[in-house]
């Protein structure tokens, strides 16, 4: 297991399912052993194939992904944020993005009107989880 998979497993330790929006900054293949579910909405065609990752061409049925723990998203997709909103409603998910760049502050103000706030400022990636009340 490589170190990339170690951190995003210790984010959640009982964390079943990902939504990966983009590539896993290219650490796919080593976190398919991780999770039950891996669900990849990717506008590029990658080949990997495995039984538990899903691929999804885009946003379109996204409302019908359930129970997922974590979402890891590249940050050449932050603006897609808003599209994985219904997925961060029902989910309150761990949300990952990567770093060392921060995302604009108008996302960042979207995923604060929603109650996230940014708990570990890691060199590749930036965690937000939903603030407890």
């Given at each position: 297991?490589?170190?990339?998979?170690?951190r995003i497993k210790k984010l959640n330790k009982k964390?079943?399912?990902?939504?990966?929006?983009?590539?896993?900054?290219?650490?796919?293949?080593?976190?398919?052993?991780?999770?039950?579910?891996?669900?990849?909405?990717?506008?590029?065609?990658?080949?990997?194939?495995?039984?538990?990752?899903?691929?999804?061409?885009?946003?379109?049925?996204?409302?019908?992904?359930?129970?997922?723990?974590?979402?890891?998203?590249?940050?050449?997709?932050?603006?897609?944020?808003?599209?994985?909103?219904?997925?961060?409603?029902?989910?309150?998910?761990?949300?990952?993005?990567?770093?060392?760049?921060?995302?604009?502050?108008?996302?960042?103000k979207f995923l604060k009107s929603h109650h996230y706030?940014?708990?570990?400022?890691?060199?590749?990636?930036?965690?937000?989880?939903?603030?407890?009340?």
């Amino acid at each position: 297991m490589s170190k990339f998979a170690k951190r995003i497993k210790k984010l959640n330790k009982k964390a079943r399912n990902v939504l990966v929006v983009g590539d896993a900054w290219g650490n796919l293949p080593e976190m398919v052993e991780n999770f039950n579910s891996i669900f990849l909405i990717d506008d590029h065609k990658r080949i990997f194939r495995s039984k538990n990752v899903i691929y999804r061409e885009n946003f379109d049925n996204i409302s019908h992904i359930y129970d997922v723990d974590i979402i890891l998203l590249n940050l050449d997709h932050e603006n897609r944020l808003p599209e994985i909103l219904p997925v961060i409603k029902r989910c309150n998910p761990i949300i990952v993005i990567e770093g060392p760049e921060i995302i604009s502050k108008e996302n960042q103000k979207f995923l604060k009107s929603h109650h996230y706030e940014i708990v570990e400022i890691h060199k590749t990636y930036f965690q937000w989880k939903l603030r407890r009340s």
